[in-house]
């Protein structure tokens, strides 16, 4: 098809605010899925997302459109996540297309999710269609978030949709302005190949399958490719595109969206954000490709049977080609064994791939308390990058220690304003400015945005339940790494049966160290199970024990088939059996289970 006929679009939007319902809408007024074969989230695939209401992985689809003019268009849409630990995903995706639909709920409003993923399509220059979706519930005030989205983005009246995702009023208008104002493709098929591999997957059958948007040239399955980056050639056994599931074509060319099956066996050999070209006489230069995700969120992950530990790092391999974001190198823990330090972008994407790994692997792990990565000024003027507790030098060795602080954008109505800046305060954060984003009749009801600084630390520990408790769900938060500062913390050591527990380790605040040492032992009591021998449970800071609590030997009665008799025997027994607890005290080893790896995340309840 002619690139002049072809339009690249994603869709992008706050958490629950309909993305998916109205691809759906979408899908079924091109046609492309019958209305029997239709289910709700047609584009969640994974159980995960089904189970949690929410699009983890982005999707890709070719449709095509009939406008008013009889003219034939083909659309390809990528449904993105909507949560602010997928934002990596909606970056890729955006990187794929010319144009988005921003969607935002008639009830809600904008919210701090909606402005991040405006102000990332507008850093990468895409025409944005406002769509206010939702006018179909009862509470739906679609006038006032059209007069949101004017005054606060700067949209045109007449810019901006009225649609439903779930009777599907408006789909057509939609479609028709998608035709209308998103521009075409700028490449053509007589250019030499370059295309940009936007995600990929592993395949037993056909290897490494890519996922890429072709910007100049064309693929057919005559030509020898070659992944830039990597340096790799290969022979494409298929090519082909998503209606959603995969179809295969002959070629692919400038402008559409589409996938190659490599045959490559090794994971490693490609790598998203990579170009791919002709390997005889291809491109020169690569395209920019995407800029490395950050890790924010860090933990250990080993497997409870260590014979699983292959099958882990394989694990490992093939994921991290379908999620890019998802940081892994080896670690060994005195208490574990050998295992992974992994960096994630957030608790929520730590807590999917932990998921997956044992879902999709077969794996059962056991996951480390998160930490955030912290940045050590050595007095010899080195400065040393750790993400665990474990990696943290000697006191006499550091002249500082700085930790990550976010910048905090908190929407939310006016009258709960009073009891964020409570729970900012309490998790060591700052208020930095506060905007209004319309104004009711009652001031208490009026929206604001409200922004604050804080650590990262504090936000990875119940900061979003929090949140929303006290705003009775009404809050939406977003956030953002803004720099390092300088931070007075210490590493809070968990001693059980006199073995330092490495994976229990944590770096607190100094001023509540001996209070979390106390709390920590407290839990680490109910949670670690009874042993035939007494278990001291010990928290200490610097080598210095601050708290202590113990876990009592279960109790065997072995005089219990002593009827009378003399009391020297008596006495024997509880002899023999006080010899023989001493020496397991010695030689035993203390299961400690999942739950108590977690309770460090409940120091503040």
Partial sequence: MDASLIRNFSIIA?????????????????????????????????????EKGITIKAQAVRMHFRDRTDQVFELNL?????????????????????????????????????????YQALNMDLKLIPIVNKIDLPSAEPERVALELIDVIGFDPDEILFASGKTGEGVEEILQTIVDKIPHPQGTHEQTLRALVFDAKYDAYKGVLIYLRVIEGMISEKETLKLMQQDRRFDPIEIGYFSPDLRTAKNLKAGQVGYVATGLKGVQDSRVGDTLTFANNGAKDPLDGYKPAQAMVFAGLYPTDPEQYPELREALERLSL???????QPETSGALGFGFRCGFLGLLHMEIVEERLE?????????????????????DGSILLIDSPAKLPTPNQI??????????????????????MNLVDERRGEFD?????????????????????MPLSEILVEFYDQLKSRTQGYAALDYQIEK????????????????????????VPAENAARNGRLLVTSL??????????????????????????VRAMRKNVLAKCYGGDVTRKRKLLEKQKAGKKRMKMVGAVEVPQEAFMAVLKLRD
């Fill in 14 to 50: 706050h958490i629950d605010h309909g993305k998916s319902t109205l691809a759906d809408r979408i899908l079924e007024k091109t046609g492309v899925v019958d209305h029997r074969d239709m289910q709700q989230q047609f584009l969640d695939s994974m159980d995960l997302e089904r």
């Fill in 359 to 379: 879902r999709e692997f077969g794996l059962e792990l056991i996951a480390t308390a998160p930490s955030v990565e912290y940045e050590i000024l050595r007095k």
């Fill in 484 to 507: 390092y500062r300088p931070a007075k913390v210490q590493r809070l050591e968990i001693l059980v049966n006199g073995e330092a527990v490495d994976a229990l380790s944590t770096i």
């Fill in 433 to 453: 400015k506060l905007d209004y984003l319309d104004h009711a009749e009652d001031e208490g009801s009026s929206r604001v945005l409200a922004t604050y600084a």
């Fill in 322 to 328: 379908n999620d890019a974001s998802l940081q892994w």
């Fill in 525 to 550: 009591k109910e949670l670690i199970p009874r042993q035939l021998f007494d278990v001291p449970i010990q928290a200490a800071i610097g080598g210095k024990v601050v708290a202590r609590e113990t």
């Fill in 78 to 118: 990528i449904d993105t996540p909507g949560h602010v630990d997928f934002a990596y995903e909606v970056s890729r995706a955006l990187a794929a297309c010319e144009g988005a639909l921003l969607i935002v709920d008639a009830t809600q409003g904008i919210q701090a999710q909606t402005l991040a993923n405006v």
């Fill in 399 to 420: 002249d500082e220690i700085r930790e990550p602080w976010v910048n905090l954008s908190v929407t939310m109505p006016a009258r709960y304003i009073g009891a964020v």
